[in-house]
Nanobody, 126 residues
């Protein structure tokens, strides 16, 4: 089992930045691909970004390319997403997720991820 705990959400203004963290514990987190997803009220959960187990490869949804950066610190068992130039439409609950298989990469479906955190709220005001 892997336990994931997100943090770093909050209320910000359009154009501001936030960095979300996802702390992992349990099994061999370092072997897992990791992803970030988000879910706005009344909408499906959608893919945001993913990173391979070694941090070499990343993949982003088109709507965050150039604004968000995913990274991981294996020594700290933590995955991050740096979110810049935030927009009101980025308002959502953000979830991190772990894929123990890791390959193929990237995986953008929620069904590909076995473990999920509880989510952290990001609210961007205009």
């Amino acid at each position: 089992q892997v336990q994931l705990v997100e943090s770093g959400g909050g209320l910000v203004q359009a154009g501001d930045s936030l960095r979300l963290s996802c702390a992992a514990s349990g099994r061999t987190f370092s072997n897992y691909a990791m992803g970030w997803f988000r879910q706005a009220p009344g909408k499906e959960r959608e893919f945001v970004a993913a990173i391979t187990w070694n941090g070499v490869n990343t993949h982003y949804a088109d709507f965050v390319k150039g604004r968000f950066t995913i990274s991981r610190d294996t020594a700290k068992n933590t995955v991050y997403v740096q979110m810049n130039s935030l927009k009101p439409e980025d308002t959502a609950v953000y979830y991190c997720a772990a894929d123990p298989r890791g390959w193929p990469f990237p995986k953008i479906s929620t069904y590909a991820y076995d473990y999920w955190g509880q989510g952290t709220q990001v609210t961007v005001s205009s």
